[in-house]
C-alpha cells in the first residue's frame, strides 16, 4: 500500500464533506463536457432527428451485477411504449450494454435513436446529454451525469429497496 496521510470509505464522504440537504445539490452545472465532442453530438442529432422536436434520452436498465437491478431495471424497452403517444418528442436510446440491442431493432410502434452503444465513456455520454431536452432513465450512472449537467431528469426508483441516496421521501 502506498504511504497516506488520510483514508476513508466512499460511502462516508456526505458525512465527512458536511453534506446537508441544505447544501445540497451543489451549483449545477459543475461538469462541462469538451465543446468539440458536444457539437459533434448535436450535429449528429440535428442530422438524425427530425427538426423542432423535444429530444428524450432513455435509459430502462442497470447493470445486471447491482444488488437491486432486478427491482431497479425494466424488462424490456416495450414498457415505456405509452411514451410514444406524447406528441412532438423524439426519442434517443442512451442504453448501454447489452440491453443496447433493444434499441438497434424496437418495437415497431418505438422508434428511437441508438446511440447508447455509440458511446465510449462518461466524457462522451456527458456530451451526448447536454444535447438533449431530457433524460428519462431508471437509477443509472447516466441520471448522475444529467444532473451535474444541469439537463432535466426523470429517474425512475424502486419501491422497494430505493437506494440510499434519493433519501426516504
Do not use: C, M, Y
Given at each position: 500500500w502506498p504511504t497516506m496521510d488520510f483514508w476513508v470509505f466512499g460511502q462516508s464522504l456526505p458525512h465527512v464533506l458536511g453534506a446537508q440537504l441544505a447544501n445540497l445539490p451543489a451549483p449545477i452545472p459543475y461538469i462541462a463536457p469538451q465543446a468539440t465532442s458536444r457539437m459533434a453530438w448535436r450535429a449528429r442529432l440535428e442530422q438524425e432527428l427530425p427538426p423542432q422536436k423535444l429530444k428524450i434520452?432513455?435509459?430502462?436498465?442497470?447493470?445486471?451485477?447491482?444488488?437491486?437491478?432486478?427491482?431497479?431495471?425494466?424488462?424490456?424497452?416495450?414498457?415505456?411504449?405509452?411514451?410514444?403517444?406524447?406528441?412532438?418528442?423524439?426519442?434517443?436510446?442512451?442504453?448501454?450494454?447489452?440491453?443496447?440491442?433493444?434499441?438497434?431493432?424496437?418495437?415497431?410502434?418505438?422508434?428511437?435513436?441508438?446511440?447508447?452503444?455509440?458511446?465510449?465513456?462518461?466524457?462522451?455520454?456527458?456530451a451526448l446529454v447536454s444535447q438533449l431536452d431530457l433524460v428519462i432513465s431508471v437509477d443509472t450512472a447516466i441520471v448522475h451525469v444529467a444532473g451535474a449537467l444541469g439537463v432535466p431528469c426523470w429517474v425512475m426508483i424502486p419501491r422497494i429497496e430505493t437506494d440510499w441516496r434519493w433519501l426516504n421521501d
Open positions: 434520452g432513455l435509459a430502462w436498465r442497470g447493470s445486471p451485477t447491482h444488488g437491486n437491478d432486478h427491482q431497479r431495471s425494466l424488462a424490456s424497452l416495450a414498457v415505456l411504449r405509452p411514451l410514444w403517444d406524447v406528441a412532438g418528442v423524439s426519442f434517443v436510446s442512451l442504453q448501454t450494454g447489452d440491453a443496447s440491442a433493444e434499441a438497434q431493432s424496437p418495437p415497431v410502434d418505438q422508434p428511437i435513436l441508438e446511440l447508447g452503444s455509440k458511446l465510449k465513456d462518461f466524457a462522451d455520454g456527458a
